[in-house]
């Protein structure tokens, strides 16, 4: 079955540091990828996704591009701000008409000024 | 911007009990899913649905649990009898139709508590 590997937490920076967060994927045909962000308190936002190869989702300074060759969907962002602490999640969803998302674990990411 | 509800946002109940939590989609969507995260785990899928039927669910979803869109607005996620380990965040999503449809959008959740 479909399964995402994500990198395991917690992740401390500083303000201003490049942040990537590692994002692995196994699925069959070709799953759309996405990363979703949970404040503290809230429920999950989408931040950004790609539905086919070679693509790249961005939105509010992150990016992630969808390589087929590596079944990776890795997050960056090149300055990060005390506002971006949250947990991040990788998730994919299949095709041939499955519906659900499937998760990562979730990475925990900490700014500090 | 349109969001996706929940309500309650914490549930309190004792083993054994029924709850019953609630969702109201974005107003133009018409796939609907349910989704949990025990705490310090992944998200998991539970159910999808679709034209007023289950589409696809998981066997974490079984005859405990009940899903119901009972009018234009809600859907809704009964557990008959609750356990334990039924204690989790609760998400609802929406989707739109078409091509629209990858992108899924959560409510805030419900924390229930089972003692």
């Known amino acids: 079955g479909n399964s995402v590997t994500q990198m395991e937490g917690p992740v401390t920076l500083s303000e201003e540091a490049f942040l990537t967060i590692n994002c692995t994927y196994t699925?069959?045909?070709?799953?759309?990828l996405f990363w979703y962000v949970q404040y503290p308190g809230e429920g999950l936002q989408l931040l950004l996704k790609a539905t086919k190869a070679d693509d790249k989702g961005s939105n509010k300074g992150f990016e992630a591009t969808y390589r087929k060759e590596t079944t990776s969907f890795h997050l960056e962002k090149g300055s990060v701000q005390v506002s971006d602490s949250a947990v991040y999640f990788c998730a994919l969803r299949g095709n041939f008409g499955n519906e659900k998302l499937t998760f990562g674990t979730g990475t925990r990411l900490t700014i500090i000024p | 911007e349109p969001e996706v509800t929940q309500t309650p946002s914490h549930q309190v109940t004792q083993m054994g009990q029924e709850v019953i939590l609630r969702c109201v989609p974005i107003?133009?969507?018409?796939?609907f899913y349910w989704y949990r995260q025990i705490l310090g785990q992944k998200v998991e899928f539970l159910v999808s649905?679709?034209?007023?039927?289950?589409?696809?669910k998981s066997e974490i979803f079984d005859d405990q649990f009940s899903v119901e869109r009972p009018d234009g607005s809600n859907f809704t996620l009964k557990i008959r009898s609750t356990k334990l380990e039924d204690s989790a965040m609760y998400f609802c999503?929406?989707?739109?139709?078409?091509?629209?449809?990858?992108?899924?959008?959560f409510g805030p959740g419900t924390r229930l508590l089972v003692l």
């Open positions: 107003s133009n969507h018409l796939y």
């Open positions: 649905f679709y034209n007023n039927e289950i589409s696809e």
């Open positions: 999503a929406s989707s739109l139709p078409g091509q629209g449809r990858e992108t899924q959008y």
């Open positions: 699925a069959t045909g070709y799953p759309s």
